[in-house]
């Protein structure tokens, strides 16, 4: 299914480089996730009400939340797409990394409100409602588990592909989605077959936490992206091979790598040459040098 769709919105050009291949493969993600997610929010919506579970309910909510969190990523791909402008010369790119701390702050929300939720029904401070698990309820929590444990997958997919944090941000929480819809679907078992209503809070108060550390780690992740991080060493290498093909520069200092968002990285250095060299010679040498690690790189200097 995911190659299918990737041939049907992509066709044969996979070239990310190409800022209109990524805004698509950026927008089929959106879509994808925002039609998948809403389906499975009408679905345990309807479960959740009509057992009166709140775990199911809260497991429905959490979806209606990645929806939103899909349509952030469209959007955000629809700017980060945009070129660069006079007051924005290093592109739009780092979008991305803001919508990530969006859908990070949305998560926290969600997993908040259930852990206080459960928290209130398990301490007595709520009134814990009867509890009515149906076998539709069970079929509809694990197909909701197979679904998002593909949509993970996708997005893992197209995440590597794209290089897009906000992607790979919407992986990690559909894995943790599957991981708190499967606890969901164990205390709905357990409350169908022994009558034991507190299991659903105990189930609450485990799903809240899966969430919670999914939206630390995505905020987390994204915080580091917007402070700006060193370069790993494997680009500090790549730049420093290259260097070294050219006999003119006799040394490398300084070196700055900047992440304007995927895809957008800067870097610059002071290269040492020859002080009775020819001023011009050097220059060419320097801008072939320049040009090289933009074209083998990706990296402009």
């Known amino acids: 299914m995911t190659n299918f769709l990737l041939r049907l919105f992509l066709g044969k050009n996979r070239d990310m480089e190409d800022p209109k291949i990524r805004e698509r493969a950026g927008t089929?993600?959106?879509?994808?996730?925002?039609?998948?997610?809403?389906?499975?929010?009408?679905?345990?919506l309807t479960a959740g009400i009509l057992s009166s579970s709140a775990a199911v309910?809260?497991?429905?909510?959490?979806?209606?939340?990645?929806?939103?969190?899909?349509?952030?990523?469209?959007?955000?791909?629809?700017?980060?797409?945009?070129?660069?402008d006079r007051k924005?010369?290093?592109?739009?790119?780092?979008?991305?990394?803001?919508?990530?701390?969006?859908?990070?702050?949305?998560?926290?929300?969600?997993?908040?409100?259930?852990?206080?939720?459960?928290?209130?029904?398990l301490f007595g401070l709520a009134e814990a409602e009867t509890v009515e698990i149906s076998l539709l309820t069970i079929l509809i929590l694990t197909g909701s588990i197979l679904a998002k444990l593909w949509l993970a997958l996708f997005?893992?997919?197209?995440?590597?592909?794209?290089?897009?944090?906000?992607?790979?941000?919407?992986?990690?929480?559909?894995?943790?989605?599957?991981?708190?819809t499967l606890a969901v679907l164990v205390s709905s078992i357990v409350i169908r077959y022994t009558g034991w209503v507190i299991v659903d809070a105990i189930v609450g108060l485990a799903v809240s936490a899966l969430i919670?550390?999914?939206?630390?780690?995505?905020?987390?992740?994204?915080?580091?992206?917007?402070?700006g991080e060193a370069p790993v060493d494997e680009t500090v290498r790549a730049i420093e091979a290259i260097v070294a093909e050219y006999s003119?520069?006799?040394?490398?200092?300084?070196?700055?790598?900047?992440?304007?968002?995927?895809?957008?990285?800067f870097a610059t250095f002071h290269a040492e040459v020859d002080g009775d060299g020819n001023i011009y010679h050097l220059h060419d040498v320097i801008d072939n040098l320049e040009r090289e690690i933009h074209e083998r790189l990706g990296i402009l200097c």
């Open 155 to 180: 997005y893992k997919k197209v995440g590597k592909l794209t290089d897009s944090s906000v992607i790979r941000a919407a992986a990690a929480d559909s894995l943790s989605d599957c991981a708190s």
């Open 57 to 84: 309910i809260a497991d429905a909510v959490n979806n209606m939340s990645d929806a939103g969190s899909s349509l952030i990523s469209l959007v955000s791909f629809r700017i980060s797409g945009k070129p660069a």
């Open 212 to 227: 919670l550390i999914a939206g630390v780690r995505i905020l987390n992740e994204t915080k580091n992206s917007l402070l």
């Open 28 to 44: 089929l993600s959106g879509i994808v996730g925002i039609a998948v997610n809403l389906l499975l929010s009408a679905a345990k």
């Open 248 to 265: 003119e520069v006799i040394g490398v200092h300084d070196l700055l790598v900047h992440n304007y968002g995927p895809g957008h990285l």
């Open 88 to 121: 924005h010369p290093f592109g739009h790119a780092r979008i991305e990394y803001i919508a990530s701390m969006i859908v990070s702050f949305l998560i926290l929300l969600v997993g908040t409100e259930l852990l206080f939720d459960s928290f209130r029904t």
